[in-house]
């Protein structure tokens, strides 16, 4: 009996980590159908600023981020310099640094390194939120599941929009457009009808970002420019005077 438990125990954790792919294929399957819509018409936006499939493929495989990867789309299509794309990537997608510190904590202290490593490349909004949900420690296996689904449909989707766009009219090409501006409009308004505090800032965001637009010296600043400032200006001064009180200080 004791020479079999060695063979028992790897059985056990080979069954342990298929179960976990497999729920986390489960519960990737919803996220992989909304990213399949969202990238399609991330896929036109990109072939409007002159990117073929190849390109949007690649973006998005190895960007992974909508907010981001449209924040690059429109400085390709403005020719931007390569460090304010670089720059404007790092503002857009800070959020992420904050939920792979959060998420690092729902590994058990035994996790490698790589798997870390493995998860910590696709740490979506939507990705992460299924995973901080998950009770006890994160199998790495559960998140690679939800992967197997979402990265595909994310990447494939945005060059299935590029090839869409050179083969549709230029009118349906320009309606299909603007459902990428109803995607933000659709995260930003729960969150504000919930929040005065962010409605306010979403309203003031617009506000600054047109005036920025209009007024000197910021209207001569290049739109990455803008956008870089704005984000950071507004994020600070939110952070600084409305800062979110963790659940231990709410309680308190």
Known sequence: MKQNLPSQTAAGKLLSKRRAFVEGMRD?????????????????????????????????????????EYAGIMLVASDAPYWEMALITLVTNARYLLMSCALSQKFAPSTPFVHRLGVGYAVTDE????????????????????????????????????????????RA????????YGMFIAIIIPPARKNRVVAVLIALCFALSWGATVLPPFSGWSDGMRTIALTVLLAGAAALFFPVKDEEEAEA
């Open 28 to 68: 990737g399957i919803p996220i992989a159908l909304g990213y399949l819509a969202v990238s399609f018409t991330l896929g036109i936006a990109a072939r409007n600023a002159g990117m073929d499939a190849i390109q949007g493929f690649l973006m998005s495989i190895l960007n992974l981020a909508s907010a981001g």
């Open 173 to 180: 090409v320009s309606a299909l457009s603007v459902a990428l």
């Open 127 to 170: 990705l992460f939120g299924i995973a901080i949900a998950r009770p006890g420690s994160l199998n790495p296996f559960y998140s690679y599941g939800a992967f197997a689904l979402s990265i595909p449909a994310w990447s494939f989707g945005t060059a299935a929009g590029v090839i869409a766009g050179n083969i549709l009219p230029a």
